[in-house]
């Protein structure tokens, strides 16, 4: 298992009362805890995954997300289990849409 | 209760949140240690592998047609669904808290192969918790309901705990049984049971096989509102019987019957012929309506 850490700027968003939860941590796939952060102009991400020696993709994907969402003032914590990076771009979108309440 | 694809929520597709949603009155659901609250397994952490923020259980309270209800549903994604120390602790914890709430009833979303064993004893232990949990929910008078439809099926100790449950609601997909077919075949060999042969493995722990034997009281669709509908409709039905060594003692004779009647056969053909089916090959093609019918034909 590694942990990564990522912080970086983002558009500053919602905020919502209840943290939001998408996704199970099974074969390719990953869980996405959104929740308040305590910087509104940055999306900070806290990552454990099963595949190690991928922080250089993961820090792609993670800055195209910030970078093209509004997720400042965010904080989340990812558990991962071999996600691809197709996937976990979408599980992001997904869940800062849950949370800031653009899905059902 | 045939449906259209296009109307069907598929159960066994689910995740655990999801059956939650399709089962319980819209919006009534109130989850007890949701994710941000609650720990992943540090056995896992040691062991250097990634957990869930829930520890693969979502537990809460909610309302079935109006009746409060509590729920607990295992995620069968998550390690195969399997009973870790947190998992157990939050599953046992709800059903105490049924025990002083007194619910209508606790439904028990069960998609488990059983003990996790990377917690070793502490997940052995978690699954004997259960079983005294569920026993003493029912000890006081609160109908314990297990419904298994998930790809893990019920399996191990929780194949033991869904027993020990007031009762079964299962699908065609679901499974039931202690071993899992690759612990019998790893242990006994290929020629005892082969594991790849998915239509051996379902004829001989599948939810149609199950509800023929009468191991589970209602056997469903696949389909979230099937399950909603099942489970509404056997509560309205049902009384939690008071705990008696008579009981007991009448459900053993009929497993000593059952083990003298069926020990020899090999496959789920033979137990259905010697139950009376005129064409066992037809029954893993019938319908869900088809085959309630035909349990129903069947001579006591």
Known sequence: ME???????????????????????????????????????????????????????????IGDFAASHP??????????????????????AQALAEYQ???? | MSLSLTNRHSWFEATARARINGLLDAGSFSEILPPAASQPSPHLAQLDLPGAFDDG?????????????????QEGQFMGGAVGEIHGAKIVGLLRR??????????????????????????????SEIM???LDARAAGVPVIALVGGSCGAFGGMGIVAKLCSAII????????????????????????????????????????????GDCAMLVDDDLAAFRSGATE????????????????????????????????????????????????????LDRDSLVALKEGLPT
Not at chain 2, 57 to 73: D, T
Not at chain 2, 100 to 127: C, M, Q, T, W, Y
Request: glycine share 12%; proline share 6%; aromatic share 6%.
């Open chain 1, 101 to 104: 309440g653009g899905a059902r």
């Open chain 2, 132 to 134: 005294r949990a569920v």
């Open chain 2, 98 to 127: 049924a025990v002083e709430e007194k619910p209508a009833a606790v439904l028990f979303l069960i998609d488990s192969g059983g003990v996790r064993l990377h917690e070793a004893n502490a997940g052995l232990i978690a699954i």
């Open chain 2, 170 to 213: 299962i699908s065609e997909e679901g499974r039931l049984a202690l071993s899992g077919p690759e612990v019998i075949e790893t242990v006994a060999g290929v020629e005892e049971f082969d594991a790849k042969d998915r239509a051996l493995v379902w004829r001989v722990t599948g939810g149609k096989h199950r509800y023929l034997m």
């Open chain 2, 234 to 285: 056997f509560l309205a039905g049902w009384a939690e019987p008071a705990p008696s060594l008579a009981s007991l003692r009448a459900r053993q004779q009929v497993l000593k019957n059952r083990l003298a009647a069926y020990a020899t056969y090999r496959d789920g053909l033979q137990v259905w012929a010697a139950l009376g089916v005129a064409e066992p090959e037809s029954v893993p093609l």
């Open chain 2, 57 to 73: 259980v979502v537990i809460g309270y909610g309302r079935l047609e109006k009746k409060p209800i509590f729920v607990a549903a």
């Open chain 1, 3 to 61: 942990t990564l850490e990522f912080r970086f700027d983002s558009k500053p968003g919602v905020r919502p009362d209840h943290p939001a939860l998408c996704g199970v941590v099974g074969s390719g796939n990953l869980e996405i805890l959104v929740k308040p952060g305590d910087q509104p102009g940055c999306c900070q991400v806290h990552i454990k995954t099963s595949a190690r020696g991928f922080g250089t993709t993961w820090r792609a994907v």
């Open chain 1, 71 to 92: 997720a400042g003032g965010t904080a989340i914590a990812i558990n991962d289990m071999g996600a691809t990076p197709a996937v976990v771009s979408l599980r992001l």
